[in-house]
C-alpha cells in the first residue's frame, strides 16, 4: 500500500514538472534562440528526474528570422476608370483576371440616371499583380484613381511558425505523458492540458493559413464609370418662352413697385412744404 502512494506520488510530481515545462515553453513563444538547456526536478522520493530533453523537445527553436524569410506581402489596389463603353471595359477586366489566372469576387453592372457604371473586385495570383494592375489601366480612356498598398506580414508569420511548432512539441511530450499516467487524476489532468494546446495549435493555424491565402493572392478593387458627355439642348418650346416672359413681368412690376415706394418713404418731409403751399395758394386766390 504503501508502495503505491510512493508511485502515484512520484507520477503526479512528473506530470507536475511535465506542466510546468510546457507552460514555460508556451511563455517562451518561441523566442529560444536554439540553446539547449536541462532542468534537474527533484522528485518526492529524494533522485532527480531530468526533464531536458522534454523541455528541449517542448521548446524547440525558431528555426527562421525575419532577415532569412522571403517577404509575405498583403497586395491589394484600387483602380478608378472613365469608358466610353463601362460594360463592354467590365467585360475584359474578367477576361483579364482569368487570364492571369485569377478570380472575380465580385461583379456589379448597374444604371443610375440613364449612366452605366460597374464596381469589380479581382483576385489574382501575387506574381501577376503587377502587369494584371497594368493591362486593367489601359481598358478606360481617362485614369481617375489608382493607388497600390502592400502590408509586410513576414514577422507575425515567421512568430506563428515558430509558435505552431513550439505547441506541436508540447503535445507530444504531453501525448507520451499521457501513456504514462498511473492514477486517473494524472489522467484527467493531461487530457485537460492536451484539450487546451490543441485549441491552441488550430488557432495559431487558422491564421498562418489565412495569412498563407492573403499573401498568395492579391486584390483589385475596380470602378469603371461612363464618360462624361456634353448633353444636346432641348428644343424650342413655347411653354419655357412664355414661362419666362411671365418671370420677366413680375421682375418689371416688382421694380416699380420698389421704386414708388422708396420715392415716397424718402419724401416724406416736402409733405408738410407742400400742404403749407396749397393752403397759402388757396387763401391768395381768394383775397382776390
Not at 534562440?33 to 531536458?52: F, K, L, Y
Not at 523541455?55 to 527562421?64: E, H, L
Not at 491589394?76 to 485569377?102: N, Q
Not at 458627355?229 to 418662352?241: I, N, Q, Y
Request: aromatic residues 6%.
Amino acid at each position: 500500500m504503501g508502495a503505491k502512494k510512493v508511485e502515484h506520488r512520484k507520477g503526479s510530481w512528473l506530470i507536475g514538472a511535465f506542466l510546468l515545462v510546457i507552460l514555460l515553453s508556451q511563455g517562451c513563444g518561441g523566442g529560444g534562440s536554439g540553446e539547449s538547456g536541462g532542468v534537474a526536478v527533484s522528485s518526492s522520493d529524494g533522485s532527480e528526474a531530468a526533464v531536458g530533453a522534454e523541455m528541449a523537445a517542448v521548446r524547440g527553436s525558431r528555426a527562421g528570422t525575419v532577415e532569412g524569410f522571403d517577404r509575405m506581402v498583403v497586395k491589394t489596389a484600387e483602380l478608378g476608370l472613365r469608358s466610353e463603353d463601362v460594360r463592354g471595359s467590365a467585360a475584359e477586366a474578367r477576361e483579364v483576371s482569368a487570364r492571369f489566372g485569377g478570380d472575380v469576387l465580385s461583379s456589379r453592372v448597374y444604371e443610375k440616371s440613364g449612366d452605366v457604371s460597374a464596381d469589380l473586385v479581382i483576385s489574382v495570383p501575387s506574381g501577376e499583380f503587377e502587369a494584371a494592375l497594368d493591362e486593367l489601366r489601359g481598358l478606360g480612356g481617362r485614369i481617375t484613381t489608382d493607388s497600390t498598398e502592400g502590408q509586410d506580414v513576414t514577422e507575425e508569420f515567421v512568430d506563428l511558425e515558430s509558435r505552431e511548432r513550439n505547441l506541436l512539441a508540447a503535445e507530444e511530450s504531453l501525448l507520451a505523458l499521457y501513456e504514462k499516467a498511473e492514477s486517473v487524476d494524472d489522467t484527467l489532468e493531461v487530457e485537460r492540458e492536451l484539450t487546451q494546446i490543441r485549441g491552441e495549435i488550430e488557432q495559431v493555424q487558422g491564421r498562418i493559413r489565412y495569412l498563407e491565402k492573403r499573401t498568395s493572392s492579391s486584390e483589385i478593387s475596380l470602378t469603371i464609370e461612363p464618360t462624361a458627355t456634353a448633353r444636346p439642348e432641348p428644343a424650342w418650346s413655347p411653354r419655357p418662352a412664355a414661362s419666362r416672359a411671365w418671370d420677366a413681368s413680375l421682375l418689371v412690376l416688382q421694380a416699380a413697385a420698389t421704386a414708388t415706394i422708396s420715392a415716397v418713404v424718402f419724401c416724406w418731409w416736402l409733405l408738410p412744404a407742400f400742404v403749407a403751399g396749397l393752403v397759402w395758394w388757396r387763401r391768395s386766390r381768394a383775397s382776390l
